[in-house]
T-cell receptor, first 118, second 112 residues
């Protein structure tokens, strides 16, 4: 398996532009997570999906951020309009949920998308 | 808000020495995991310890968990230069939530 695939790896854009980050999870994984990493705030969970359905989006900073998962093999994170404070590394991770309350959720991360908003 | 807080923030040791990193958390957990991140890369899962376990080993890694103190430690024995990376603890709250909340990490440098 190629692992979790994210694109683009690097994106430089100007303030106000729309940014779309893409993620292909591991085949067979049924949960998908979007995290954002900055020096100041560390790793923050933005949103996660289970079986393509958004379960918790409480970490999404504001309405400028949106995420979709149209099918089990693809998800997008969109920022519109982008602002300099959105500059960060955005990670996608996937896992296979066991369905048991005591089941552990081990994440496989992609390599990340480094976003710079000028 | 961050659940886990790693200590120290940075650690520099010589090859062959042991490295110990600590993690404290705030709420009751289902399990605690440690991840590693090499510079410019994604996080990689290292080891998981459940709330009813006190110690776990995997190769040169040893993890302990003290739920009464809400703390965990990661010990890397006989460190190598290739162990240079940032190490993060992540907690999953009780109740079956899939959410993993990460600390800010410990940056480990192993000098050859």
């Amino acid at each position: 398996d190629a692992g979790v695939i994210q694109s683009p790896r690097h994106e430089v854009t100007e303030m106000g532009q729309e940014v779309t980050l893409r993620c292909k999870p591991i085949s067979g994984h049924n949960s998908l997570f979007w995290y954002r990493q900055t020096m100041m705030r560390g790793l923050e969970l933005l949103i996660y999906f289970n079986n393509n359905v958004p379960i918790d989006d409480s970490g999404m900073p504001e309405d400028r951020f949106s995420a979709k998962m149209p099918n089990a093999s693809f998800s997008t994170l969109k920022i519109q309009p982008s602002e300099p404070r959105d500059s960060a590394v955005y990670f996608c991770a996937s896992s296979k949920r066991t369905g048991q309350r005591s089941g552990a959720n081990v994440l496989t991360f992609g390599a990340g998308s480094r976003l710079t908003v000028l | 808000s961050q659940q886990g807080e790693e200590d120290p923030q940075a650690l520099s040791i010589q090859e062959g020495e042991n490295a110990t990193m600590n993690c404290s958390y705030k709420t009751s957990i289902n399990n605690l995991q440690w991840y590693r991140q090499n510079s410019g890369r994604g996080l990689v899962h290292l080891i998981l310890i459940r709330s009813n376990e006190r110690e776990k080993h995997s190769g040169r890694l040893r993890v302990t968990l003290d739920t009464s103190k809400k703390s965990s430690s990661l010990l890397i024995t006989a460190s190598r230069a290739a162990d240079t990376a940032s190490y993060f603890c992540a907690t999953a709250s009780q109740g079956g939530s899939e959410k993993l909340v990460f600390g800010k990490g410990t940056k480990l440098t192993v000098n050859p």
